[in-house]
């Protein structure tokens, strides 16, 4: 009897073998098909193509936000997916206005004209312009140091650079985007008439990159106009000063904020075969800045996203769970579609097991970073072997994507494609994220790694945990 | 006894632990130091610029290659090292001649003008041209396919295109290039007239990419001239073709051969304090074709390997044995540098230990790849930790480099950097290789990780193996 027993534990133990061999050669095939079917038949570029050069920048509120909603709605219904719909949400509209103008000039000297762009959400200047005497801070907490004495009446100009010896580049942007982002709600405290900022890239070009910034609960009236000056006046701007310190910054700008408009979300999704409760994201923001064409942040997100859908038609694998595509809406100044799309999902009690987001530019993929509890990180890491042949080695932990973030609950796996990032912030929120900065291959190349994620995550699935809310990020 | 035994053992275990640990955070420091030198006060990009824009293309036994033969030397000896020289060789001077001229046309239509470059060797048409039918092949082994009966007469289209799907873009070049380099000589074989070659590259665009070609020991009244189409006119002329068999193809060429000149390697060196007669070779070729600058293809190898001995320098790290930054003229068309080095090194006896080439763009470093033994590379392997908080994670054998491959005899490790590829052949010989589409940082990265590298070979060593003559690549 003892013997028989052995035998069948055996038997079972090679069966099993067996099966977990087959498992993992239809996987690694299927990876393939994913993977071919993105490099040899994409679709990503193409759209791309079209957002960029047919739409073009897609700032929440305007007709081209409207344009981009209409044009990827249409082209999700042209894939046969098996719903396709509209998620209606209030966003804010900010408008540029006319071309910014800026110099510096010192006492009686020429006016040297310097590149300067308005930061989103920023006041206008007065109708004749701002001009005052300017002072050099190195971040935030300079303001406290200099005081109200020397502050009061002054255009702070914020010149931390982002850190070049940081290797992971949304680290070395993470250290510097206080500056933007709160620059000038903390001057106007100590009597600043307005903010220049210095543009969050490490490239010394002639290009200002714009942003989100905040007066937080500021009243209107003491609102200062905010620009973000490119990095080559900035070292100008700096150099000048170090030779002269009593030198005239002149600014003129005409933006505007206008009473939240209505957009939406583009969603689509497959309904899953055997769980279609439970349901697997895979998003980018379809709103991008003014300045480009947002053709890294984020079409490539978009477009990659979409990408993932289509290639589960195309190569006829049949998701078992539901894989939902989510275009938000106002990522850059609000993140309204990704609050928006989360509260509807709680609100209908859905069972979100899986969020994917890709948005740190076309650029070859790298890997993916995860929010996700022990017990599920590890089976990620199970499936880094498959990924090998496509030089995907990068699963950690920390940090998905902001749109998806929401979806936070202690359950949901939350995950961000991770490109290759060194170039990135030499186009993020300029006028250089266009179109011919996105190579053909690396978009589709990360298409096809985050269609192989969301393929593992469906087959597969997660464990859900009912308790220890302790959630590695 | 046994007791003090005991003891005495745990506390050498400790000791050496601790030793271990005390080395591991050593190396972890000096790493660090060679990153930040190189992203916070690089020389590499500046240098770059120079060869570029200052010099640009280098075609061996041209006056620009020998200008930045000058220039590199003189560079070299800025940097206060041991010894700097000149090592003479006799190089292949080929030269391009006027701009090619080259179109399409079917029987009583239009001329459609096509983009073409002769192929590196290339012999030239006739002075007024040379016009004939068109064939379209996808591959040498087409030719006996069609045979005499089809071909003779007749221009040899080769249209293989590099396949998208194969994730290592050197694997796809690697896969297509005997067109390139053998399509001439085989289809003279036929009775060819002429050769024209689709562009090596994934890149669908109207910049035509040169490279070297061979027509072997053919006698020079048997040669055929060979020019390379860009890929949008490859892809026009082989859609012409489905339409209308016969078409004639026209171009006119003017290059031309000479005999050899006489060039030279460039070489430096830090000579080692411990063990100065084990050599650790890094280098990168400094010829480059002519269309561009050779920003890429080579000019970034070249300064790396500069700026690795200049972060030794800089950084005060004192290397224990001989580390030399070879210059190679001549990988393009003739590998004669690379030959030459390796001649001198073994007439001198010398021990090199260790060669690493940059030779693959100056893209964001992903890793290396070696020929080297077990043993050896278990070694490397041991290494990989240090590298991770730089993203490098490729430790794989396969290759090294071109110029360095002749150094191979049994025992000395050779490596190649190896930078993310997916963009290398969009810009690989054309004219598109310039300056501008080199980026700062992921050119300094590449530097950092090469003198990392070379950092922990003259820490450790290799241990030299006297039998056993099987190498793992």
């Known amino acids: 009897m003892k013997y028989i027993a052995t035998c069948f534990f055996l038997f079972c133990l090679a069966i099993s073998a067996s099966a977990q061999t087959s498992a993992a050669q239809e996987d690694s095939l299927n990876l393939r098909k994913l993977y071919d079917m993105s490099l040899l038949n994409g679709q990503s570029y193409e759209w791309l193509d079209h957002l960029s050069n047919k739409i073009g920048g897609r700032l929440s509120g305007s007709v081209n936000a409207e344009r981009a909603v209409q044009y990827t709605k249409d082209e999700l219904e042209k894939l046969g997916l098996d719903k396709v719909w509209l998620q209606p949400v209030m966003v804010p509209k900010w ?56 502050i009061e009446g002054k255009i702070v100009f914020f010149n931390r650079p982002m850190p070049p010896d940081v290797i992971q580049t949304f680290s070395a942007y993470g250290g510097c985007v206080d500056q933007r982002y709160s620059g000038a709600k903390e001057a106007a405290k100590y009597g600043a008439v307005g903010v220049i900022v210095r543009s969050l890239t490490h490239k010394i070009d002639h290009y200002p990159h714009t942003g989100s910034m905040s007066y937080g609960d500021m009243p209107d009236s003491k609102r200062i106009p905010a620009a973000a000056i490119s990095t080559q006046d900035a070292e100008y701007l700096s150099s000048m000063l170090k030779l002269n310190t009593d030198l005239d910054f002149y600014f003129k700008m005409s933006p505007r904020n206008y009473p939240d408009v209505e957009s939406h979300n583009v969603i689509g999704e497959i309904t899953g075969s055997e769980k279609p409760e439970e349901i697997i994201v895979v998003g980018g923001h379809l709103d991008s800045w003014d300045l480009g064409d947002g053709a890294h942040d984020d079409g490539a997100g978009v477009v990659q996203s979409m990408e993932v859908l289509r290639l589960f038609k195309e190569t006829g694998i049949r998701p078992k769970r539901t894989i939902r595509v989510v275009l938000f809406m106002n990522e850059e100044n609000g993140l309204r579609g990704g609050n928006k799309y989360a509260d509807v999902a709680k609100q209908k009690k859905e069972n979100h097991i899986f969020a994917l987001e890709s948005d740190a530019g076309g650029f070859t993929p790298r890997g993916f970073s995860f929010n996700a509890r022990p017990s599920q990180f590890e089976k990620i890491q199970n499936w880094e072997p498959l990924f090998k042949p496509y030089l995907i080695h990068y699963f950690e932990l920390g940090g998905s994507g902001a749109d998806i973030s929401p979806l936070e609950n202690g359950n949901t796996v939350l995950a961000g494609l991770r490109p290759d990032s060194q170039r990135y912030f030499d186009y993020h929120h300029a006028a250089t994220d266009t179109f011919d900065a996105v190579n053909k291959r690396e978009l589709e190349l990360g298409a096809a790694t985050m269609a192989s994620l969301v393929y593992l995550v469906d087959k597969y699935g997660f464990d859900r945990i009912q308790k220890s809310p302790e959630i590695l990020k």
């Open 95 to 150: 408008t540029r206005g006319v071309k910014e103008y800026a110099y510096v000039q010192a006492a009686g000297g020429p006016t040297n004209v310097v590149n300067i762009v308005a930061l989103g959400g920023s006041v206008a200047t007065p109708d004749t312009g701002l001009r005052a005497n300017v002072i050099e801070v190195q971040g935030l907490e300079d303001l406290q140091l200099y005081g109200k004495g020397q």
